[in-house]
């Protein structure tokens, strides 16, 4: 699943609200380091999701009503073979913010399905769905205050719907079994925008951007074991589509420009993979050793699956019954984004001409684990990881990391495969399982990332947190009461202050904002984000079902961490209202050379949100 989150920005991963139903998830595996073989196409990560099966005794289910949603989720049997679970959620988000008066309305739709047919007692088939349709809107008339008006003046419209569904049929035999997954999802991004949000005059067009990108894959692997030896090995293949259609009015120190293109682009991935992993010195140490590579049809450059031979090693020791120690290390390789693959510059596949490659990284972990007796569990890992081949943009002379992950597109210009990167650091944490009545989670990280200039210097990228702290802990009481918090803190991310040319006319009336000086990437950082979230809930049970009533109030504290933004400095009225247009410092000057009056403010928004919800379970 390439998107497990709403209102996805398209090139880069992250979203601010996630689509999953946490009620169909039985276990999750996070690897931050030594993936599974048969898992590629990532480099920092990956996530493993085990969903449970629907109940074979009864029909049943959960409805949930809360201040920003409602959802229901059904399962049951179909005869004596097959299971289903399904849910659908919708967000009524809008409401509230069009009551307290933000200038953007989101709406949130997701459906969710899961059907498992025993065939016999070796043979079952699984499918799998998952889809979401998100609205984006302007709410115009919130349009009273300067930050107000920024906001209007920079966001697009931006509809979205994606969706992935798959089948899945395992086969077992007497010393393991096989998988054969066939599977399809496909993203669908659009954006527009016009100029003071008018599109009665089609002068006005400033963004109007389509793009689809669709996957279709196989995938079919043996898992054997004998004795204490594991062995799985197989093969993956995907017919890849991308197309988009782009108008985008753009400034640049070099002048205003359009980009106006279409793009249709399709071409196969392949590859394969094997581990084997062994139980040594009397189950004391666990050895595992992969291998994969991958390869497609896209270019010459990453035809050959020898050029992405990813190697993978990791063991754990256990030092005694509660201490181990854990190690891993391995070469990983990923696509750039389709947005890049497919940008073209006069009919031409701009990137492909350039050279695009996969993007590969080395990394290094190693760390130790002990277990208490009191069911709590301490880990300390450091790791260092190596960034190559990373597209470098032409147009900004920056990396593609140091783009970020806001709303909108990333990657959908020209590039080159010049910038490496590294990230190196310490991970803490805690946990306590259920003891007692008490739970919590505690995980600290020191961490630097850095990316290289157009110098070839290496700076922070604008993923360099430095410090994240989260802690969640929760409190069972008695008469089925139960508290639970969660706090977070993350120093500043850095950021590209603004350039003397964000006052020229010629680009305000394209982009409404300031232009970044990249001669000073990242040189500056912003303050430390804190946020406190608090849950009390209450249950009642009763002979066929269940009521459950809770609080929820996030960001108790109503802490807010902003940026300074530039904007216009138009006259104000006797109620600190906007009025007028732009002010012209240098009416005389050229057209090309004319400058705006700006002035700085800070978008930071910031309030408790408490909500009250209600969950029915039968």
Known sequence: MPNINHFVTQGASGGPVGLINVNFINEVDFFSGAFPANRGNALSSVMNLRQRDGRDDRVGGTFMVGATDVGLTLEGPIGDKTTFLFSARRSYLQFLFKAIGLPFLPTYNDFQAK?????????????????????????LEANETEEQQFILDQLPEAPQWNYVNGLVWKHCGQKGFWTFVLSRNMLNNESFKYQDNDSSNPDNLILDYTSQEIENKFRAERTIRSGKMKLNYGVNYEFVKYNTSTFNRIFTFSGPQTIDFASEIDFSKYGFFAQASRQMLNDRLVLSLGVRSDANTYSSEMGNLLEQISPRLSLAYSVSERLSLNFNTGIYYQLPPYTLLGYREGGELANKKNGIDYINNAQLVAGLEYNTAANSRFTVEAYYKKWNDYPFLLRDSIALANRGGDFGVIGNEPAIPLSDGRSYGLEFLFQQRLYKGFYGIAAYTLGWSEFQDKEGA????????????????????????????????????????????SALAINWDVNYRGVLDYNQLNTERRDAASTIDLRVDKR?????????????????????????????????DDNNKPIGGPIVINPQAPANQQRYALKTINDATGTAIPSLGIMVEW
């Open 458 to 501: 290496f700076v922070p990228s604008a993923w360099d947190s430095r410090h994240i702290l989260s802690l969640t802990m929760g409190k069972q009481f008695k008469r089925n009461w139960e508290v639970g918090i969660n706090w977070r803190f993350q120093s500043g991310l850095p950021f590209t202050p603004f350039s003397d040319a």
């Open 115 to 139: 059907v498992k047919y025993r065939i016999d007692p070796r043979n079952e088939i699984t499918f799998i769905g998952l889809g979401a349709i998100d609205q984006f809107v302007l709410n």
């Open 540 to 572: 009642w049970f009763f002979n066929k079902w269940s009521l459950n009533l809770y609080l929820d109030i996030e960001n108790v504290t109503g802490n807010a961490v902003g940026n300074d933004q530039l904007i216009l400095d138009r006259p104000l």
